[in-house]
């Protein structure tokens, strides 16, 4: 027992008006003692006083502890799924997908199973590795550019991890001669029009993934030093090696291999081992299949074959609709509309918008077959050198 007050215990973390099957129960004697551990209301009980401390072992445990809801306004009962997150230290952002959990399933938390999360952090910061990187961003914040600004993101990478021409780019921005001019002239990617085939700005990534420190320069030189020279040998095109690049790799050819197996899993579980053969199976190996081929012809950065949704991972209740599509409730006879294309007359613009309905075509978005109505389009000036397409419905009668 301690005579102090209690810093945090159990009373802290428990809520009054949590709700549930709840029965009343008595008020304690005295309700002003602190424990330092789990403490138990009596001798013969096993329900936890709410001024102690939580087990390790029983997190589920009952607790007596103050409610709105019974006559005595007091109760016995386990705290709930958001109490849990609280008593666990689990972060603010990571709560909402855990206080939803039902009572029943409160054992599947994957927290109650480790140590709270203050804990973890303090053990975390007073190993070697972090205070090598604390050393190595101090330093980092120290360092001035010439007339005394502070190095950028932009600016600070890792020395070796970035090609030459990188390097020489970066010296340019910060220390070479006209260095202001340059920067000045930078491209402001947060505000800018991005046109939609433009390229992704993979360096703004690279720039701050090098600027945390994470990494050992010795190391990352070594590995681009060979896997370039190799790729030299070999003809390939683009032989500069970026180890951010071929992790990137290897995060999407897993995540493919995950999306094929969840759809095969659930083939199994929906229609049996033999499901390939059955008739009923065939719609949703159709789906399956396409959804399956575009995600293996994307990249980490784009869908370069478009996509499609992966129906057999939304709830049960809207998975046939995300299949198929939500019909559309129509009152009388389809209106049709015969009323040709009218033709652009800049020739920029009309070779643009013809690009982007080659692009749907190629995706498999609008595919050949009996024209019954057409939907008439538009471009419109996206950025400088970019059109949008705005497909126009209200000429054929359906908006």
């Known amino acids: 027992k301690l005579d102090v007050p209690c810093e945090r215990r159990l009373r802290h973390v428990m809520d009054a008006v949590t709700d549930g099957h709840l029965t009343a129960a008595e008020e304690p004697l005295d309700d002003m003692r602190c424990y330092d551990r789990e403490w138990f209301i009596s001798d013969e009980s096993k329900v936890l006083d709410w001024n102690g401390t939580l087990p390790r072992v029983k997190p589920l445990s ?33 709560v909402n997908g855990f206080k939803e959990v ?83 002239e930078t491209e402001d990617y947060s505000k ?65 291999c995950l999306v094929t197996t969840s759809f095969l899993k659930y083939m199994r579980q929906e229609f049996g081992k033999g499901w390939r053969l059955r008739t009923e199976a065939q719609m949703d190996l159709e789906a399956g299949r396409e959804c399956i081929t575009r995600a293996a012809a994307s990249t980490y950065w784009a869908w370069d074959q478009g996509s499609r949704p992966f129906y057999w991972r939304w709830p049960m209740s809207v998975r046939r609709e ?20 009218r033709k652009e007359k800049d020739p920029a613009i009309r070779r643009r918008m013809r690009e982007k309905i080659e692009l749907a075509r190629g995706r498999g978005y609008i595919a050949a077959g009996e024209v019954l109505s057409l939907t008439n389009y538009f471009g419109v000036p996206k950025g400088l050198e970019d059109t949008r397409m705005v497909y126009d419905a209200t000429k054929s009668g359906l908006n």
């Open 62 to 94: 009952k607790v007596r502890c103050r409610s709105v809801f019974t006559e005595t306004k007091w109760t016995h009962r386990g705290l709930s799924s958001k109490e849990l997150c609280s008593a666990y230290d689990v972060p603010i952002g990571l």
């Open 102 to 184: 039902k009572p029943n399933q409160r054992h599947s938390l994957p927290f109650t199973k480790a140590a709270p999360t203050k804990l973890l952090k303090a053990v975390w910061e007073r190993t070697e590795f972090v205070k090598t990187w604390k050393a190595r961003s101090n330093v980092r914040e120290e360092t001035e550019i010439e007339g005394g600004k502070p190095m950028t993101d932009d600016i600070v990478i890792a020395k070796g991890a970035c090609s030459a021409q990188e390097q020489s780019s970066l010296e340019t921005k910060g220390e070479g001669v006209g260095g202001e001019e340059e920067a000045d």
């Open 192 to 256: 800018a029009t991005k046109s939609d085939d433009a390229a992704v700005p993979v360096e703004l990534w690279d720039d701050r993934v090098w600027g945390l420190l994470y990494h050992d320069d010795d190391k990352v030189r070594a590995y681009r030093e060979k896997w370039t020279a190799k790729r030299m040998e070999q003809g390939r095109k683009g032989p500069d090696r970026c180890p951010l690049t071929v992790i990137r790799e290897a995060v999407a050819a897993k995540w493919k």
């Open 322 to 341: 995300i299949r198929d599509g939500f019909k559309v409730w129509v009152q009388g006879e389809l209106p049709f509309n015969r009323k040709p294309q």
